[in-house]
């Protein structure tokens, strides 16, 4: 029997987690400490610049909400028994029809026009990019790890081309387009704050940050809470049973994939439309591996992916402070620190559960025996 299934789902989802991530903290402080540094000042100083100031709280939104829409993206495939691992390249896709739509009609349209339309782009991209995998998984038996692979390296390839040989900005060396219009800007946080009379430091941070949530109430209702959903759920925990009762696996996995690749694609929100206002290289910079590793630590549910995602956000943003403060402190040690958190909430996430499943065990055996003796002793005298 698997250890995880043996633990209370409580356990399982906040328990767990938990303590996985504590023992990273405590092996990230002993490998900095043999390298010279003091843990609980990195630590105090990693907190103060994700958390401690307005400025570093935005910014560590800003990089969760990347990783929302790629950690639901991966938790979504999941649900249908998928690995995409193509988060990256149905993002990079998403970004390509998010600008599309703002360079073809953010000069001529009203924002409450245009931005809609450019969701839509972004996601109808990423679903387009995800579906050719899961066409050939579903009716060809092309596994969908393989595919959604190289198809990460065809969407940057296919991003280059394009961004050096047509949408380059004329007369420009840098490989980006034009700005958009302005009906494609979508407003900062801090923007729609001082409209209401709130300071707020400027940051990258959006109201794309508001989608990324209603993304993760909708995949929650949709897998647990419609029948579209439970027939997804029912393919990814056994195909054969769901095709007994009714269920064609193949639809489900162009189901998966496609609301998985749609999820993927609203990144260029936050990126492109919230932030740099044209379309240029890298701008998914590895969210979407790092979904992998947030769908993984949140249990692959929505709930836990926010939460995992703000973890990770700290992580970005706190290392990049720490590496400011401190001359000692290389960027090679976040990625470190980063890589542990995975290494322990995501690969070895179920290491030590057999010995919190004993725990909890003999904790709750011990109520439980002090309750009977008393029962067992009353029945005996009666008798």
Known sequence: MNAASTLPRWADVLLLPLLNLAIALAVAGL??????????????????????????????????????????????????????????????????????VAMGLAHSLPAVVVLPLMLLGGAAFGMAWAAVPAWLQAYRGSHVVITTIMFNFIASTLLVYLLVSVLRAPGSMSVETEPFGPAAHLPGIHEVLAAAGIAWPSSPLNLSLLLALLCAVFVHLFLWRSRAGYRLRAVGSSPGAAAYA???????????????????????????????????????????????????????????????????????QGGAEVAFEL?????????????????????????????????????????????????????????
């Open 31 to 100: 490998v900095l400490a043999v390298a010279g540094e003091n843990p609980f000042v990195v630590l105090r100083l990693l907190l103060q610049g994700a958390l401690g100031t307005p400025r570093g709280l935005s910014y560590t939104l800003y990089y969760a909400t990347t990783f929302i829409f790629t950690g639901l993206a991966v938790a979504v495939a999941a649900h249908g028994g998928l690995f995409n691992i193509g988060a990256e390249g149905q993002a990079t896709l998403g970004g390509l029809g998010t600008g599309l």
């Open 246 to 316: 009714g269920v064609r696996p193949q639809r489900q996995v162009l189901v998966a994939m496609g609301l998985s690749g749609a999820l993927a694609g609203m990144v260029g929100m936050n990126e492109i439309a919230g932030v740099s206002g044209k379309l240029l290289l890298d701008f998914v910079a590895g969210a979407g591996f790092t979904g992998i590793a947030v769908a993984v630590m949140g249990r692959h549910h929505p709930l836990g992916i926010v939460l995992s995602s703000l973890l990770f956000g700290a992580l970005y």
């Open 327 to 383: 001359p000692g402190f290389s960027r090679d040690m976040v990625v470190t620190l980063q890589g542990l958190v995975v290494l322990f909430s995501g690969a070895m996430a179920y290491v030590i559960a057999p010995a919190v499943a004993w725990a909890l065990g003999r904790l709750q055996a011990r109520p439980g025996a002090a309750r009977t003796a008393p029962a067992a002793s009353t029945e005996a005298g009666h008798g």
